[in-house]
């Protein structure tokens, strides 16, 4: 056990930096919950309603997002190719905005898992989708920020005036994963393509032994630190003194919220897919409240014995597509739509893969307000990207803890906590889902719906994902009184 508490950089800063078992006891004695006195710190900032528009540069709208039905993998859209998922994703926007095929300048994916034979899906799905030959498509990745990419991909290219329409997206399909063959028998067959006579093909044969045919799986594991990110998960809830039964009771509010709002007919942005060969899909299948004696009886899924990452409060392997359509407001103004929100500030954060790779959105959320011009008391809505209850937890203590922010971000104060009340309220990746590529552009439809519907106006999203890169992006909700902002 005292290994596995040397291994994490923070777990050795309790040991070794001056006052750090206080550091200890203040993490592990402090509830997730705000206290009386959080609540009245928050209260006491000055909400400040301002124009976050900036001079000479376009304002960047979201028209409206969707996406197919996030189901686990393995289940229904098993038979499925990943462009097949993307091409549902655009054909329900389309029938959503009733957008002109012509109109679209450009159309962006992102994806994590590449299948060999669509590398540039964006483009694939786009032509089964019905779109113009003529219209450029290309995909990117960036782990789970990879839809986040593809978006502000697009609005780099509306900004410049390259574009006045583009319709960004992701996709992700765990369910058939590329499975090499080992670099060995990748090499010998190769070598026998290229070979010209029996005698040399007879040649190459003759070195062939049984374990060429051992296969490679992708990997899940960091590269830079071969440390698979559950894992990481386990040592950051250690370090912050997360309890499992604090994680566990995170994810059943996750999965919770997100029952209630799937009931409540919240979730706008998932549109049917009719799967061939099956049934039509029409909502989530990952969502399932639990109790908290179930979810105590399940093992450890990454440090064993002692670890408090499970099954019930990790994310779970998913697969599904979105998109949403981003116009210059000027071109959605004329075309007749009233957007769902301004596209703002963003900010793209790197941290060190091994100690912080979770920990991105608390050195991001500052600087995107700094930037935005805003504090966390005037965000209305939170969407937090959820890898791991643990990771979710261990952000909300680092956000609220003067000593980290002094300590590691070279901060004179915390940053401060979000409050639960504004925060993940129709669920999130624990309970909805998290098809790699596709995350970002649920998070922000998400944000953008709930501003709509809470009568809120400045919502934040922010996503950790592998190689310690995070994304965050403050927005406005759109009314009829903010068009200004």
């Not at 950089?9 to 402090?30: E, G, Q």
């Not at 964006?122 to 290309?138: C, I, N, Q, V």
């Not at 509306?158 to 319709?167: E, L, N, P, R, T």
């Not at 080992?182 to 070195?207: G, P």
Request: hydrophobic content about 40%; aromatic content about 8%.
């Amino acid at each position: 056990f005292s290994d596995f508490r040397m291994i994490s950089l923070l777990t050795y800063t309790l040991k070794n930096l001056p006052n750090t078992s206080k550091w200890a006891l203040r993490f592990c004695m402090r509830p997730l919950s705000s206290s009386s006195q959080l609540q009245a710190a928050a209260a006491s900032q000055t909400k400040s309603k301002k124009t976050l528009a900036k001079p000479n540069i376009r304002n960047i709208v979201v028209v409206d997002g969707v996406r197919t039905p996030f189901l686990l993998s393995g289940t229904s859209y098993k038979d499925l190719m990943p462009h097949d998922l993307a091409r549902a994703a655009l054909s329900g926007l389309l029938h959503r905005t009733s957008v002109p095929k012509d109109v679209v300048d450009y159309i962006i994916f992102g994806t994590v898992i590449q299948e060999v034979k669509t590398s540039n899906v964006a483009r694939e799905a786009a032509l089964g989708a019905g779109f113009s030959d003529k219209t450029p498509a290309h995909t990117v990745t960036m782990a789970c920020i990879s839809s986040n990419q593809a978006m502000t991909t697009a609005v780099g290219l509306i900004a410049s005036g390259q574009c006045d329409v583009v319709v960004a997206g992701g996709v992700e399909l765990m369910s058939d994963i590329p499975i090499r063959h080992s670099r060995k028998m990748r090499k010998m067959m190769l070598d026998l393509n290229k070979a010209k006579t029996l005698a040399q093909r007879l040649s190459i044969i003759s070195k062939f032994r049984l374990n060429f045919l051992s296969p490679e799986l992708p990997a899940v594991s960091e590269f830079s630190t071969s440390e698979t990110m559950g894992h990481s998960a386990d040592r950051l809830a250690a370090a912050f003194a997360i309890s499992r039964e604090e994680q566990d009771e995170y994810a059943l509010r996750s999965h919770s919220l997100a029952k209630k709002a799937q009931d409540e007919g919240l979730l706008s942005d998932v549109v049917p897919f009719k799967v061939p060969g099956r049934d039509t899909v029409t909502q989530d299948n990952g969502i399932r409240p639990s109790s908290l004696d179930q979810m105590a009886k399940l093992k450890p899924a990454f440090i064993k014995p002692y670890g408090t990452v499970t099954a019930a409060n990790s994310s779970f392997l998913t697969d599904g597509a979105s998109a949403v359509l981003i116009m210059a407001e000027e071109k959605a103004l004329a075309m007749g739509y009233k957007p769902k929100a301004y596209l703002r500030d963003f900010m793209y954060v790197s941290q060190d893969p091994k100690d912080q790779l979770l920990l991105g959105p608390t050195y991001a959320t500052p600087k995107v307000l700094e930037k935005a011009g805003l504090t966390m008391n005037d965000i209305d809505v939170f969407e937090f990207h959820e890898a791991f209850s643990g990771q979710i937890l261990a952000n909300l203590k680092a956000m609220d803890s003067d000593w980290f922010a002094q300590n590691y971000m070279g901060r004179k104060a915390k940053v401060g906590l979000p409050p639960l009340e504004k925060f993940n309220n129709w669920g999130g990746s624990l309970s909805l889902g998290h098809p790699f590529g596709a995350t970002g552009c649920r998070l922000v439809m998400a944000a953008a719906n709930r501003l709509r519907k809470e009568g809120g106006q400045y919502g934040l999203v922010a996503a950790c994902a592998a190689g310690g890169q995070v994304f965050s992006i403050c927005f406005t909700c759109v009314t009829d009184k903010t068009s200004y902002l």
